[in-house]
């Protein structure tokens, strides 16, 4: 998840913010089914 972190810190933006939330968690989903 650290490229998560690093794009956060670098943008305010709550809509960027909120579409990493979403694909990281589709992500993490992903990973738990395999």
Same mark, same amino acid.
């Given at each position: 998840m /650290?490229? &998560?972190? *690093?794009?956060?810190? &670098? #943008?305010? =933006?709550q !809509? *960027?913010i =909120?579409? *990493?939330k979403?694909? #990281?968690s /589709?992500i !993490?989903?992903?990973? =738990?089914? !395999?």
């Amino acid at each position: 998840m /650290k490229i &998560k972190c *690093i794009v956060i810190g &670098k #943008t305010k =933006n709550q !809509e *960027i913010i =909120n579409m *990493i939330k979403s694909y #990281t968690s /589709k992500i !993490e989903h992903y990973i =738990n089914f !395999e």
